[in-house]
Structure formats: structure tokens, C-alpha cells
T-cell receptor
Framework: AQSVTQPDIHITVSEGASLELRCNYS??????LFWYVQSPGQGLQLLLK??????LVQGIKGFEAEFKRSQSSFNLRKPSVHWSDAAEYFC???????????FGKGTRLSVIA | DGGITQSPKYLFRKEGQNVTLSCEQN?????MYWYRQDPGQGLRLIYY???????QKGDIAEGYSVSREKKESFPLTVTSAQKNPTAFYLC?????????????FGSGTQLSVL
């Protein structure tokens, strides 16, 4: 069965600094990969997704992620973090077909001045 | 505006009581999902429905029940058999069933036990 690991439970960065959130997955074939963001007490919003093709994908709010098959990773990056980026970030994976996504446990991002 | 509406925002359950969480969508989506979120545990799938009058168990279905009598509605009942119901519950929908479909989420219901 597929699984997702987000190794970092909580990350704190300074405003304006770069950000990288890690995501590792376990799946035999090329999976569908997603990053979602959740503000406190709210639902999740899709940041970006990867299905195939170019391994560097661009998303909303200036985020990007790179699929690395050799490392089974799909890390999320942003060159300059804004205070409004403080939230919880979830990586998700799924095979093709009708199987629902499997979510990681999330990484909480704090942004300090 | 199209979207997913979950109600109530906060809900309290007494011992031995069944409670029902509402989820309504006006996006004309076929697929709907219920997730449970506990701090540090991420999202865990309770039930999902790919089409009206059909639904499947997720990873943690015990103590929960659902119905899908209308396309727009996918209510979740937390039964008295669920011994640890305190959590944040999220409803989601997608245009069709399929891993590649974007999920649209409601704003959640926080359920607590009195």
C-alpha cells in the first residue's frame, strides 16, 4: 500500500527566508503527488500536483515542488516566505484509478519576523 | 458561490449519543469524502462515495456511518460505538472519483465529548 512520510513535524523560518518542506512516499509505480495547505480551523487548499512530465511543478502562492523518483521524494519549496504562509502543509499520494489519496501527517510552518 | 458547507462548526456529544455532521456541496461533484483529523495524525479517511446511493469504507470506518441519498449531501453519523470521537472532521468533494482529481474541502466540524 502507498504511504507518505513528512519527516518534519514543525518548522520555523524567518520572513523572507527560503523554505523547503520534505515529503517521501512509498509506492511501486509513479504516483500522483499533491501538496495541500491548511490554515487553522479551516479546510485544505490545493497548492500543486504532479502526475507526469516535467518534474518541477509550479503552484499557487509562489510555491513549487520537485519530483525525484530516485529519492522517492516530492519536496515543496518557496524562495521567500511571507508571514501569511504560516499554516500546516500536507503531502498526499495516490495511484491512478479511483482510490482516494493518502495524506501525510503534516508539517506545521511558523514564520517569525 | 459554489462550495462545500459543513455544519455545525462546533458540536458536542454526550456519552452514548449519536450525532450527525452535515456536508452539502453545490459544485455538482460526483465524489464525496469524510476525513478525520487529529493533532499530529494528518487526515485519515473514514468513508467515501463515488456516486449517489453508493459508498465505501475508508481506513477508520468503525463507529461511523454515512448515507448518500442525494448528490449534494453526504452526512456522517458518529455513533456511540465510536469511543474516541473528539476530532476535527473534514468533508471533501471532487468532480469524479479518481486520484488525479482535485479535492475541494469544507471548513470542518470540531466534535468534542461532554
Amino acid at each position: 500500500a502507498q504511504s507518505v512520510t513528512q519527516p518534519d513535524i514543525h518548522i520555523t523560518v524567518s520572513e523572507g527566508a527560503s523554505l523547503e518542506l520534505r515529503c517521501n512516499y512509498s509506492y511501486g509505480a509513479t504516483p500522483y503527488l499533491f501538496w495541500y495547505v491548511q490554515s487553522p480551523g479551516q479546510g485544505l487548499q490545493l497548492l500543486l500536483k504532479y502526475f507526469s512530465g516535467d518534474t518541477l511543478v509550479q503552484g499557487i502562492k509562489g510555491f513549487e515542488a520537485e519530483f525525484k523518483r530516485s529519492q522517492s521524494s516530492f519536496n515543496l519549496r518557496k524562495p521567500s516566505v511571507h508571514w501569511s504562509d504560516a499554516a500546516e502543509y500536507f503531502c498526499a499520494v495516490g495511484p491512478s484509478g479511483n482510490t482516494p489519496l493518502v495524506f501525510g501527517k503534516g508539517t506545521r510552518l511558523s514564520v517569525i519576523a | 458561490d459554489g462550495g462545500i458547507t459543513q455544519s455545525p462548526k462546533y458540536l458536542f456529544r454526550k456519552e452514548g449519543q449519536n450525532v450527525t455532521l452535515s456536508c452539502e456541496q453545490n459544485l455538482n461533484h460526483d465524489a464525496m469524502y469524510w476525513y478525520r483529523q487529529d493533532p499530529g495524525q494528518g487526515l485519515r479517511l473514514i468513508y467515501y462515495s463515488q456516486i449517489v446511493n453508493d459508498f465505501q469504507k475508508g481506513d477508520i470506518a468503525e463507529g461511523y456511518s454515512v448515507s448518500r441519498e442525494k448528490k449534494e449531501s453526504f452526512p456522517l453519523t458518529v455513533t456511540s460505538a465510536q469511543k474516541n470521537p473528539t476530532a476535527f472532521y473534514l468533508c471533501a468533494s471532487s468532480i469524479a472519483a479518481g486520484t488525479n482529481e482535485k479535492l475541494f474541502f469544507g471548513s470542518g466540524t470540531q466534535l468534542s465529548v461532554l
